[in-house]
C-alpha cells in the first residue's frame, strides 16, 4: 500500500474494501451472510491498551458508512471503561452505530478452571450490557491459549467468540498484531481478490497520524497515561504539584 500502518493507510484500505463491493457486518450475523453469499466484512478492533485511539478510527469509518465492533476490557491497569471520560468516549463510539464487544482476559482469573473463566466471561458481559445498554453477544479473547483458537464456544457460551473455527475457515482472518500484517497484507490475499467474506482485526493503538515503531507508539501511550495520573492526582490532591519531588 505504501501508506503502512497510518490513518491514510487505514483510509485507503477502507476505501479498497468499500471499491471491491464489501459490505460491513456484525460477528452474530456471519453465519447468515455466509449462507447468503454475501461480500462482507468483520472489522474488528481489540483495545488493549488507550479508549483514544479508537476514538478517531471508529470516526473515520463512521465517515465513511462502516461499522465495526469493538472490543473492550473489563479487568485491564490500562484504561477505565467506567471513568467519566471512558465512558464517554465508549458512548461516542457506540452513538456512531459501532457494536460494543467483550475483550475477556482469562489472565485476571490465575488457576480458574474452564467453568469459572465461562462464569466470569458472562459477568463481564452483563455488566458491559447493564452499564452501555447494549447487547454484547460477541467476546474476543486477549492472548488466547492454543486450546482457545479454532475452539467452539465452551468458554464463552451462550456469546460467539472471535476465534470459533466459523471466524477464521469460511471468513478469512487477517490480524495487525505488533504493528504489522504477520499474516501479509489483507487486500493482497487471493480472500480478498476473489470477494470472499473477510475478518480483519485491527488493533487503533498502532495506526498513528505518521508512521512510527510499535516501541515508539508504546512508549508514547506510557508518556500518555503517565501526564494523565500525574495530573488527577494533582487534581485530587493538595499535598501534590506535577513536577515537585
Ligand atoms: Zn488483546
Known amino acids: 500500500m505504501g501508506l503502512g500502518f497510518t490513518h491514510a493507510g487505514y483510509r485507503d484500505l477502507l476505501s479498497r474494501l468499500l471499491a471491491a463491493g464489501y459490505t460491513p457486518a456484525a460477528f452474530e450475523d456471519a453465519e447468515q451472510l455466509l449462507a447468503e453469499r454475501v461480500t462482507f466484512v468483520l472489522l474488528r478492533h481489540d483495545i488493549d491498551f ?68 465461562n462464569a466470569a466471561c458472562a459477568k463481564e458481559a452483563g455488566l458491559l450490557e447493564d452499564w452501555f445498554g447494549v447487547d454484547v453477544p460477541v467476546v474476543s479473547i486477549h492472548r488466547p491459549s492454543p486450546a482457545v483458537v479454532g475452539s467452539d464456544v465452551g468458554l464463552t457460551a451462550p456469546r460467539l467468540h472471535t476465534y470459533m473455527p466459523l471466524f477464521s475457515g469460511p471468513i478469512h482472518y487477517r490480524a495487525d498484531s505488533r504493528g504489522l500484517w504477520r ?63
Not at 62 to 76: C, D, N, Q
Not at 204 to 228: K, M
Open 50 to 117: 488507550e479508549l483514544a485511539p479508537a476514538l478517531a478510527m471508529a470516526q473515520l469509518e463512521a465517515e465513511m458508512g462502516l461499522f465495526s465492533t469493538w472490543f473492550v476490557l473489563v479487568r485491564t491497569e490500562h484504561y477505565n471503561l467506567f471513568s467519566a471520560e471512558g465512558s464517554r468516549m465508549v458512548e461516542e463510539i457506540l452513538g456512531m452505530g459501532h457494536r460494543l464487544g467483550l475483550h475477556f482476559d482469562c489472565a485476571a482469573y490465575p488457576g480458574a478452571t474452564e467453568p469459572e473463566l
Open 183 to 245: 499474516y501479509g497484507e489483507p487486500l493482497e490475499s487471493p480472500a480478498f481478490l476473489a470477494g470472499k467474506p473477510l475478518h480483519l482485526l485491527v488493533h487503533p493503538i498502532w495506526w498513528r497520524d505518521e508512521e512510527t515503531t510499535p516501541a515508539q507508539t508504546l512508549n508514547d501511550f506510557i508518556d500518555r497515561r503517565h501526564g494523565q495520573l500525574q495530573a488527577s492526582v494533582a487534581a485530587n490532591s493538595a499535598v501534590y504539584q506535577p513536577g515537585n519531588r
